[in-house]
């Protein structure tokens, strides 16, 4: 067991507050604090604390030996650390994407490599061979488009900026309404989005607007990616296709390959495959690929599968149909313990309480803090005061 800290992503789309307050930090620059990482991955490594005025980074500790801090069965099987866990503050939203599948990942990544396309490269889809399933779990009020609505014919003869591509839908089903949406050119956004825009951002300011509506999202999007030539982004078809979905604390929701998402606003916890494999479909400045979004994209309606949860529970599990991790959240009261037997390797974030762990050693933590737990490891965590805890590994 080793206490360790995560690296901080100051993201625009970040909030100010969340995060920082949450660690304990002053942020006077008013810095936007959008990610807070713990994990092995190279964009922002967690650190090891290994003593007074002495540290190492996660990556560096498990190398030194893989099979006792990953054990065999991962080793063999990832030969790493195979997730990582965030926290999330979205202020403003980010991007619509979707991610591939492994295979789908393994073919982009060799291809691009072919071609000599650098790693850094702008226009680089593939920057590993991974796929990028992830879970959520709402830590506040959260809001995200996730899946293409299941009530989408109405959508199409409802709305106004849809309409006039009906055809389309019923002859080439989704995926032909789809295509043909985000092939328009900027002239062609521009000219359709207009008019909706004159009419729902002033009742967007005004507050006139439901945040369950694509309408209020869709006002959002125009101010928050407002240029000066006027342009307006594509990804605004998106928000009146796609569901809507608004969290509370403690319920969470799996994202697989395929699935088009973006987190609209709140905070979160994320749990996700080591990857940067992310193909955008709008609500960004950054590289769009439409033909390999294309090709990576699940046209079907989705049922939300929300995943139920209370914060304030002795132990919650949040399933995902992935080898590559386990998600689970903890509630113990004080003057209670309870026996955490972690097979496989593991990373604990408290977000509040005070405990003291028992595994090779005791530690004592405060607040938000972290720990990496090696595989085979059993804890005793007694908390001082209500604690709450997620603890991230890998499935049996």
Same mark, same amino acid.
């Given at each position: 067991?080793?206490r360790?800290?995560g690296?901080?992503?100051?993201y625009?789309?970040g909030?100010?507050t969340f ?6 930090q ?10 807070? +990482?713990?994990?092995t991955?190279p /964009?922002g490594p967690?650190?090891?604390m ?7 980074t ?5 190398n ?6 990953l ?6 099987q990832?030969n ?12 403003d ?9 492994k295979s789908?990942a393994?073919?982009?990544?060799r291809?691009?490599n072919e071609?000599?396309i650098?790693?850094?490269a702008?226009n ?5 061979e ?12 959260? +809001?995200?488009?996730? /899946?293409?609505?299941?009530?989408i ?7 106004d ?7 389309h839908?019923?002859?080439g089903g ?9 092939e ?13 825009s ?22 959002k999007?125009m ?11 594509? /990804?605004i ?11 509370k ?7 697989g390959?395929?699935?088009p ?14 990857s940067?494999?992310?193909?955008r479909?709008?609500l960004?400045p ?5 033909p390999?979004l ?7 309606p989705t049922i939300?599968?929300i995943i ?12 995902c149909?992935?080898?590559?991790f386990?998600l689970?959240?903890?509630f ?7 026996t955490l037997?972690v097979?496989k ?7 509040k ?13 405060? /607040?938000?803090?972290a720990?990496?737990?090696a ?10 005061i ?5 603890l991230a590994?890998?499935?049996?």
């Amino acid at each position: 067991m080793h206490r360790i800290k995560g690296r901080i992503q100051h993201y625009a789309w970040g909030g100010k507050t969340f995060i920082a307050e949450l660690l304990g930090q002053e942020n006077p620059d008013q810095l936007p604090y959008g990610e807070y +990482w713990l994990g092995t991955h190279p /964009g922002g490594p967690a650190e090891v604390m290994l003593g007074e005025n002495a540290s190492t980074t996660l990556p560096a500790l498990i190398n030194t030996d893989k099979n006792r801090f990953l054990g065999k069965a991962v080793k063999d099987q990832f030969n790493s650390l195979p997730f990582l866990l965030k926290i999330l503050d979205v202020k403003d939203m980010l991007s619509i994407q979707v991610h591939p599948t492994k295979s789908a990942a393994e073919e982009g990544f060799r291809r691009e490599n072919e071609l000599a396309i650098p790693l850094n490269a702008p226009n680089r889809n593939y920057k590993d061979e991974n796929h990028k399933p992830e879970v959520m779990v709402a830590l506040s009020d959260f +809001w995200l488009l996730h /899946g293409f609505a299941n009530d989408i014919d109405m959508r199409v003869s409802q709305y106004d900026i849809l309409q006039s591509f009906e055809q389309h839908y019923e002859t080439g089903g989704i995926k032909g309404l789809y295509k043909k949406l985000m092939e328009l050119t900027q002239d062609e956004v521009n000219a359709i989005i207009e008019p909706l825009s004159k009419r729902i951002i002033p009742l967007f300011n005004e507050g006139k607007i439901d945040k369950i509506t694509p309408d209020f999202w869709a006002a959002k999007a125009m101010l928050n990616f407002e240029n000066t030539q006027g342009h307006f982004d594509k /990804g605004i078809f998106s928000i009146y296709l796609f569901n809507i979905l608004n969290l509370k604390p403690g319920q969470g929701i799996f994202q697989g390959a395929g699935m088009p998402h973006a987190y609209l606003e709140g905070q979160n916890i994320e749990l996700m495959s080591n990857s940067d494999n992310v193909l955008r479909a709008g609500l960004t400045p950054k590289y769009i690929d439409i033909p390999e979004l294309l090709a990576n994209t699940n046209f079907v309606p989705t049922i939300p599968r929300i995943i139920e949860g209370n914060l304030d529970e002795n132990i919650q599990v949040y399933d995902c149909p992935v080898p590559d991790f386990k998600l689970c959240s903890y509630f113990i009261k004080m003057g209670t313990k309870e026996t955490l037997k972690v097979t496989k390797p593991g990373i604990i974030l408290i977000m509040k309480g005070e405990a003291c762990w028992n595994c090779n050693q005791e530690l004592k933590t405060i /607040g938000s803090e972290a720990l990496f737990i090696a595989a085979g490891e059993s804890i005793q965590v007694e908390a001082e005061i209500d604690t709450m805890f997620f603890l991230a590994t890998v499935p049996e």
